[in-house]
């Protein structure tokens, strides 16, 4: 790809080696990038409730997407690939430091609109990892169960069941 | 309104509160690059040696462990990227590609019997076609560890391939890749994290539409100590086996993601060298190895629990959807569970026991043990 001269070389080491032959390569993970890192981020800012930590996470599933990106770039569901990667960091993060979900702040409620029913949303943080990924790539992300199967690399009977015991959880919170 | 309903609108009006946060690609993955790179080596353990990732073949008397500067004297050691491998000669066995044989740690002297099946590497030939056309190419030095689950195990270093230190290995076949948790062309990866999780990557093989047909998931201990003898692996509560490492590397492929791992590092007197996992514990000087609960069959700890389950065979599943989905093996072991009205077959393939039923409704209002999966139809 011509770039303009002056202009910032992104990724030189990388793009020295790949580029040369594939032009497009810097320039798709860059609009995947863009159109895809606020979206991973807000899931799981939602999921677990944790800002700086679902940046962090997002940040290194991204450095992932862009290391393997001849693979990624290829498969039909990226977003779900790197929600998935991006999950999975933060959940060894939290069990690392052990900070499981109970003890996480108080969830802020006060300027959230009033779709937003505070114990639903506490009681999906409190979810395990697989099932509130399912919730959240089903419900949130709005992938089908194929897809979000794909994303998570389950079967799709395995999403049915982990998305049924995570309702009946989530009803249980609520009644 | 529906919990359907409710739970979208509470998970969308929650995540309309997330602020934008404004973020370019190239300063984030460039930041995240540098500092993932030190991170790496700290979490390894991995001794200070120079990256120099290039053409020339270096060996060099050192010393990777300060807890034994004895045993480690006089070792040659090949770098692989920033990882120092332990190998047993100082000239390379072979050429076009430089291939040394990694050198294989003292044998246990204490009983390993509470620890597992020996899952060590196994004595074979290296050859520059075990790394195929697309690969050889670009290896500068390679270590040949021996033969794993009856494949050549390497690990080697091409020149610069990408923005960070890189090491790969040749295993499952043909299958090359980054062992530090991400890939570079074959992999979906990341899923493992040496900062977090269990160390090791997997393998995930799509199909052209990116669905994942299969996984391989491998734990892995690099940068050992050339007096660890043996390296032992739980997870989820049991020793699955240990290896002995070669140039100071172990590598398992796992059956399952673990909730919970444990790795511990024995020198040959049975002495605990080192250990990490989810349940980080002080170092012990004479660790009591846990013993695997071995005396119940598979899947006994929870059937027992209806008092009415059964060992079946793959003819009895009476639902051809359901049998599709249980997929039995050779060697799997299959029980069949009634429950709340309905019923379910435990499948236990490889120890890892998973719950199927054809109503998901059923399925959802048992009560599985921690770290058991299921799946169900509708």
């Known amino acids: 790809m011509e770039r303009e001269p002056g202009a910032e070389r992104l990724f030189p080491m990388i793009e020295d080696q790949v580029t040369m032959s594939e032009p497009g390569f810097v320039d798709s993970f860059e609009r995947f990038y863009s159109d895809s890192w606020h979206v991973v981020y807000r899931a799981l800012v939602v999921g677990i409730g944790d800002s700086d930590l679902a940046r962090e996470a997002v940040d290194e599933a991204m450095v992932r997407a862009y290391e393997g990106w001849r693979t990624v770039s290829t498969m039909a569901n990226r977003e779900g690939w790197v929600y998935r990667v991006a999950s999975n960091w933060a959940t060894s993060r939290l069990r690392r430091r052990r900070l499981q979900v109970r003890r996480m702040p108080a969830i802020e409620t006060t300027n959230e609109p009033d779709v937003v029913d505070p114990r639903l949303l506490e009681a999906v943080r409190r979810l395990s990892s697989k099932h509130r990924d399912v919730v959240v790539a089903r419900y949130l992300l709005d992938m089908s169960e194929s897809s979000t199967a794909q994303a998570l690399g389950i079967p799709e009977g395995t999403v049915k069941s982990r998305l049924s015991r995570a309702l009946v959880e989530l009803k249980e919170a609520l009644s | 309104m529906t919990l359907d309903e409710k739970i979208r609108s509470t998970l969308e009006g929650a995540a309309s509160r997330v602020p934008y946060v404004a973020t370019t690609a190239s300063d984030e993955i460039k930041r995240r690059g540098r500092r993932r790179r030190m991170r790496r080596r700290a979490a390894w353990s991995v001794p200070v040696v120079i990256v120099a990732v290039g053409a020339l073949a270096l060996t060099i008397p050192f010393d990777p462990n300060p807890r034994s500067p004895a045993a480690t004297q006089g070792v040659d050691i090949v770098e692989i990227a920033d ?48 790394f195929g056309d697309g690969v050889v190419d670009r290896v500068v030095r390679a270590v040949y560890l021996g033969e794993l689950e009856d494949e050549p195990f390497y690990i080697y270093s091409t020149p610069a391939p990408s923005i960070w230190d890189r090491i790969f290995e040749v295993v499952f076949g043909n299958f090359s890749g980054d062992t530090l948790g991400t890939s570079l062309n074959c992999c979906s990866g990341g899923d493992m994290d040496h900062d977090g999780g269990l160390p090791g990557f997997s393998h995930s093989i799509s199909s052209e539409d990116g669905v994942v047909t299969s996984e391989v998931i491998t734990a892995e201990w690099l940068g050992l100590s050339t007096d660890v003898s043996v390296v032992a692996y739980q997870l989820d509560g049991s020793f699955i086996g240990w290896q002995t490492p070669v140039g100071g590397v172990t590598s398992l492929s796992l059956s399952h993601r673990p909730d919970d791992y444990l790795a511990i590092a024995f020198d040959a007197s049975g002495r605990e060298l080192d250990r990490f996992g989810t349940e980080l514990e002080p170092l012990t000087d004479d660790p009591e190895p846990e013993t695997p609960s071995e005396s119940l069959p598979p899947g006994a700890d929870w059937a027992p629990m209806t008092s009415e389950g059964s060992e079946i065979g793959p003819g009895d599943i009476a639902i051809e959807t359901l049998e599709e989905e249980i997929d039995p093996q050779p060697g799997d072991r299959l029980f069949l569970v009634p429950v709340n009205g309905g019923e379910t077959i435990v499948r236990v393939r490889d120890g890892v026991p998973h719950v199927f039923a054809e109503s998901c409704q059923v399925l959802s209002g048992v009560d599985l043990p921690p770290g058991w999966d299921s799946s169900c139809l509708d």
């Open chain 2, 83 to 130: 990882l120092a491998v332990a190998v047993t000669e100082s000239e390379p066995i072979s050429t076009d590609p430089d291939i040394w044989l990694g050198l294989k740690g003292p044998s246990p002297q204490f009983d390993t019997s509470a620890l597992g099946p020996d899952l060590s590497f196994s004595a074979g030939e290296p050859s520059a076609g075990d």
